[in-house]
């Protein structure tokens, strides 16, 4: 059962306009979540994280919202570039300390077209 | 900084074949991570070591995977006997021990791994 869910698998927006990814999850003891960025035949990168004391975190043009309530998250990029496209993860970690484990969503392929 | 090394790359082997997978880990990272990724599944993490320690390998999925980390420079991820089921691209990746939190994981290149 997925734990974390990202419901759209691609996302296609213009470039210049805004690019909203969405992810859900469904643990309550959830308490970091994180944004990673993938190109084809590389690794995952890191892009931003926000812990669940905030609602928001913002860096550059990323921006991401955290709604503890309806256990959901999203990534905005604004403005949208073409060097954006690539595979966006949503990722969770039940807690601090020790445990490094973090649970993935699938991913939300994103195309932004010139 | 040379990052996360991952080797080989690509691996093409044939069902029953013992297949070995290299991480070398960023310098002065105490914790390392081994994950498989495939299109059913996403990002799974398989075993994750602090400082060389095994700390959690609830998800190596059978007997036949084993991980080691002999010192804090090298890891071996091995699968022995390997099936057409275990094709997936395999990522090593590490991070210091405040990092998860702040900055996330340093992640390889992977390795494609094909199983036939």
Known sequence: DQQV???SPSLSVQEGRISIL???YTNSMFDYFLWYKKYPAEGPTFLISISSIKDKNEDGRFTVFLNKSAKH???HIVPSQPGDSAV???AASAKPGNNRKLIWGLGTSLAVNP | DAGVIQSP????TEMGQEVTLRCKPISGHDYLFWYRQTMMRGLELLIYFNNNVP????GMPEDRFSAKMPNASFSTLKIQPSEPRDSAVYFCASSKLDRPYKGGY???SGTRLTVV
């Open chain 1, 5 to 7: 869910k990202q419901n």
């Open chain 1, 22 to 24: 969405n992810c859900d």
């Open chain 1, 73 to 75: 998250l999203s990534l």
């Open chain 1, 88 to 90: 966006y993860f949503c």
């Open chain 2, 9 to 12: 790359r690509h691996e093409v």
């Open chain 2, 55 to 58: 700390i959690d390998d609830s």
């Open chain 2, 106 to 108: 340093t992640f390889g």
